[in-house]
Nanobody, 121 residues
Framework: QVQLVESGGGLVQPGGSLRLSCAASGSILSINTMGWYRQAPGKQRELVAA???????NYADSAKGRFTISRDNAKDTVYLQMNSLKPEDTAVYYC???????????????WGQGTQVTVSS
C-alpha cells in the first residue's frame, strides 16, 4: 500500500500564507516528479506546481511569484509554500506523485486525499 498524506490546509485571510505538506509512505522504491493540483467548486482540477527529483520546478501562471514548491527526498515529502493568498486560491489541494512501487511494473501516479484551503476575510 502506498499513501500520500497532505496536511497544512485551513482558513486564511487574503494576503496571508499557508504551507502545505505531503508525505509519501509505503512500499516505495523511488519517487519521480511530485506536484500539487487544486480543484475549486465547479471547476476542473488544475496543476499548481510540480518538482522533479532533481529539483526542477514548473508553476502555473497563477502561482508564479507567490507559491514555492520544494521537496525533501530523504523524507519522501513535498511542500507548497503559498504567500499572498487570494480568494481565488480557495480550493481543495491535492498532492500527486509519480512513484515506482515494489511489486508494480513501471511508474504510476498516486494521489493524496486532498486538503481544503479557504482564503476569506
Amino acid at each position: 500500500q502506498v499513501q500520500l498524506v497532505e496536511s497544512g490546509g485551513g482558513l486564511v485571510q487574503p494576503g496571508g500564507s499557508l504551507r502545505l505538506s505531503c508525505a509519501a509512505s509505503g512500499s516505495i522504491l523511488s519517487i519521480n516528479t511530485m506536484g500539487w493540483y487544486r480543484q475549486a467548486p465547479g471547476k476542473q482540477r488544475e496543476l499548481v506546481a510540480a518538482i522533479t527529483r532533481g529539483g526542477s520546478t514548473n508553476y502555473a501562471d497563477s502561482a508564479k511569484g507567490r507559491f514555492t514548491i520544494s521537496r525533501d527526498n530523504a523524507k519522501d515529502t513535498v511542500y507548497l509554500q503559498m504567500n499572498s493568498l487570494k480568494p481565488e486560491d480557495t480550493a481543495v489541494y491535492y498532492c500527486n506523485g509519480l512513484l515506482n512501487v515494489r511489486g508494480v511494473i513501471g511508474a504510476r501516479n498516486y494521489w493524496g486525499q486532498g486538503t481544503q484551503v479557504t482564503v476569506s476575510s
